[in-house]
């Protein structure tokens, strides 16, 4: 037993020679716990990002509807709502391998990335907006049934809206 509790002081001791050494190794383990904690912090942050560009969009959407509705005579006193569909849409790159099987012939995509590491990130080809699913226009002169349909067709055809899912209405004096 004697033998054993020597070696233990002896550890102790060599330790307490070698503290720059400890730390060092303190260190590199707190680092290593540190890189194997997932990244939620960052999806939330790409999700609040997201929201606010879509808030963006439908704002000066809304302004441009207004202002072009404004324009309109006896059209006054807009308020201009959109409604979407969808958010953003990103279509990424990618290549398709077909190989032939017994079972037939499979397809497998796999997407384009540039970078390395951490900074990868897969090739974007096109973003699309995104899609108008109503529009809701209150306005002074909109009880008016042919400004309201001044109006709708104007939309309509301004941003590719179809006219039943637009509608117009009189605002309160």
Do not use: W
Not at 65 to 85: E, H, P, Q, W
């Amino acid at each position: 037993m004697k033998g054993k509790e020597t070696k233990k002081v002896g550890l102790l001791s060599y330790f307490k020679n070698q503290k720059s050494t400890l730390i060092i190794i303190i260190l590199i383990l707190v680092g290593v716990v540190l890189l194997m904690l997932p990244e939620t912090n960052n999806a939330k942050t790409n999700l609040a990002t997201e929201q606010e560009r879509l808030e963006k969009y439908a704002s000066d959407l809304e302004n441009k509807i207004a202002d072009l509705c404004s324009k309109v005579r006896g059209v006054s006193n807009v308020s201009v709502t959109v409604y979407f569909d969808t958010g953003f849409e990103t279509v990424y790159a990618y290549n398709e391998e077909s190989k032939a099987t017994s079972s037939g012939v499979n397809s497998e995509k796999k997407y384009v990335t540039i970078g390395s590491g951490n900074s990868e990130s897969m090739v974007c080809v096109l973003e699309r907006m995104p899609s108008i699913c109503g529009v809701a226009i209150v306005c002074k002169g909109g009880g008016n049934a042919l400004v309201a349909n001044e109006l709708i067709n104007l939309i309509s055809s301004a941003f590719g809206v179809p006219k039943n899912k637009i509608h117009v209405t009189e605002g309160k004096n």
